[in-house]
C-alpha cells in the first residue's frame, strides 16, 4: 500500500526559508503525479505547486517567484523550497500524488488526486 510521508515543516520569521518534502513509500506498479497544496484554518485547501509527467512544473499565483518545487522521478521524492517566506504562507502543507490522470487532469485541484500525507506544518511569524 502507497504512503507518503512529509517531513521539513517548522516555525520561520517572515522572509525566510524551508524546504520541505514527501517521500513516497511502497511498490509502485506507476509513475505517479505529484504535487503540494496548503490548508489554513477556516480556509479551503489549495494547490501551491505541482509537477506534471513531463517534469513541467506549475504554481498558484500567490507562490509564484519564491517556491520551487522538484521531483526525484526515479526516488518518487517531492521538495517544496519555500523562500521569502510570509505570514500569509502560514498552513499545513500536504502533498499528494495521483496514479492516473487524462488530458482533462488539474494539476492544482486537490479533488484530483487519491493519495494524500498527513502534513506537515508550516508556521510563518512577522
Known amino acids: 500500500q502507497v504512503q507518503l510521508v512529509e517531513s521539513g515543516g517548522g516555525s520561520v520569521k517572515a522572509g525566510g526559508s524551508l524546504r520541505v518534502s514527501c517521500a513516497l513509500y511502497?511498490?509502485?506498479?506507476?509513475?505517479?503525479?505529484m504535487g503540494w497544496f496548503r490548508q489554513a484554518p477556516g480556509k479551503e485547501r489549495e494547490g501551491v505547486a505541482a509537477?506534471?509527467?513531463?517534469?513541467?512544473?506549475i504554481y498558484a499565483d500567490s507562490v509564484k517567484g519564491r517556491f520551487t518545487i522538484s521531483k526525484d522521478n526515479a526516488k518518487n521524492i517531492l521538495y517544496l523550497q519555500m523562500d521569502s517566506l510570509k505570514s500569509e504562507d502560514t498552513a499545513m502543507y500536504y502533498c499528494?500524488?495521483?496514479?492516473?490522470?487524462?488530458?482533462?487532469?488539474?494539476?492544482?485541484?486537490?479533488?484530483?488526486?487519491?493519495?494524500w500525507g498527513q502534513g506537515t506544518q508550516v508556521t510563518v511569524s512577522s
Open positions: 509537477v506534471g509527467e513531463d517534469g513541467a512544473e
Open positions: 499528494a500524488a495521483a496514479s492516473h490522470w487524462g488530458l482533462s487532469f488539474r494539476l492544482l485541484v486537490p479533488s484530483e488526486y487519491s493519495i
Open positions: 511502497g511498490y509502485a506498479y506507476t509513475t505517479y503525479l
